[in-house]
């Protein structure tokens, strides 16, 4: 089960923590929430992906559609503090350079 939690908001920006896997039902509740915060008026947030434990294919699409969700609304979506793991498939899937993927959580 995956966790998605507001940890820190300024008016530039929104930390969200996510933990447990970013895979299926996972990815979609990410999702939402990330379109939750968008339509509240948040347009740049930073992921915290440091307690994420696995990300597949779906948590691969969920951070695409959230980027472009993002950018539509005149925003951003950023990433850091992944694990070996989820790094090596951020890296694979083009992820980690074009959301700009920090080795530590910054807001």
């Known amino acids: 089960m995956l966790e998605v939690t507001v940890t820190e908001s300024s008016p530039a920006s929104t930390l969200i923590t996510v933990s447990g896997e970013l895979a299926g039902p996972g990815a979609e509740r990410l999702l939402a929430r990330l379109d939750r915060l968008l339509d509240q008026g948040h347009r740049y947030v930073v992921l ?3 307690a994420v434990t696995f990300c597949d294919s779906s948590g691969v699409s969920s951070l695409v559609r959230g980027h472009a969700r993002a950018s539509a609304a005149a925003g951003g979506l950023r990433l850091s503090g992944a694990s070996d793991q989820v ?6 899937s083009g992820l980690a350079r074009m959301l700009g993927l920090k ?3 910054e807001l």
């Open 48 to 50: 915290d992906l440091t």
């Open 87 to 92: 790094t090596k498939v951020l890296e694979l």
């Open 103 to 105: 080795s530590t959580v």
